[in-house]
């Protein structure tokens, strides 16, 4: 089903296995929704960067690098102008990590693009990324 | 199906890289993210000491943090190796994206291969 066909009102759901692979796709989603949505592209360029961070971030640092990779979840939903994107995984949750790969780029890039940023637990186990855009036209 | 959001989405990642001497110039294309930025710090390969890598970005359609770790660890290896890094990010979000991060404060960055003395 194509975004449009699926109108903005409804939210983008996806869940995929948390791989290197499934960034592009994620990204691509969530570009292509907010794109029948009518976003302008500069805010459809920041969902796309903040998506990009924050599933790279689950690929990362949510489930330990022997492990069969567990999921990511996305969901990106449009409500009075706003743009909502949360991303999920089921992993260790949030913890100091010393092996940590990476230069702790990505949350303070999405904190950039982003307007509002939550970083909670979700669920049981898991970690949840909230973050909000304005600069839809309602 | 997915709508592209710009013509440019959707171009396969790939990297030309041409050496002329000292000069290697490194030319990806697509979108450098956490599947393809170890491909792009790989097209590097063996530099001369004394020489210049030119990693030109103005083709790519989209660039993440990725791409500025693969672009730090190469600035770090030359000047390990006594080589020299310079990024062409056009003006697009990949200068953006260099800005917000302040990564642009941190490698050498012009505006076009030719302004490298």
Redesign the interface.
């Known amino acids: 089903m194509s975004p449009a066909s699926r109108g903005a009102s409804h939210p983008l759901r996806r869940t995929v296995p948390a791989v290197p692979a499934c960034v592009a796709g994620l990204r691509a989603d969530a570009a292509g929704y907010l794109a029948a949505a009518g976003a302008p592209p500069e805010l459809t360029e920041a969902v796309r960067l903040a998506v990009s961070e924050a599933v790279s971030n689950v690929i990362l640092h949510a489930y330990p690098p022997d492990d069969d990779p567990g999921p990511v979840h996305l969901v990106v939903e449009v409500s009075r102008g706003t743009v909502h994107v949360t991303v999920a995984d089921e992993g260790r949750g949030i913890a100091p990590r010393f092996d940590s790969p990476g230069a702790g780029l990505g949350l303070p890039i999405i904190a950039n693009v982003a307007t509002r940023l939550e970083l909670g637990p979700a669920g049981e186990a898991g970690t949840e990324l909230r973050m909000s855009f304005d600069g839809l036209a309602a | 199906?997915?709508?592209?959001?710009?013509p440019q989405?959707?171009v396969p990642f790939g990297v030309d890289v041409r050496r002329d001497g000292p000069v290697t110039t490194v030319t990806p294309e697509g979108?450098v993210?956490?599947?393809t930025a170890a491909e792009l710090e790989a097209a590097v390969g063996e530099m001369p000491s004394g020489g210049r890598c030119v990693v030109d970005l103005r083709r790519l359609a989209?660039m993440?943090?990725?791409g500025?770790?693969a672009i730090?660890r190469l600035d770090l290896r030359g000047r390990e190796e006594g080589w020299a890094l310079v990024v062409v990010p056009g003006d697009g979000?990949v200068r953006?994206?260099l800005e917000?991060?302040r990564?642009g404060d941190r490698v050498t960055v012009v505006d076009a291969p030719e302004d490298v003395e």
């Open positions: 199906m997915s709508v592209p959001a710009d989405h959707g979108e993210d956490l599947a989209f993440d943090s990725a500025l770790r730090m979000m953006r994206l917000v991060s990564v």
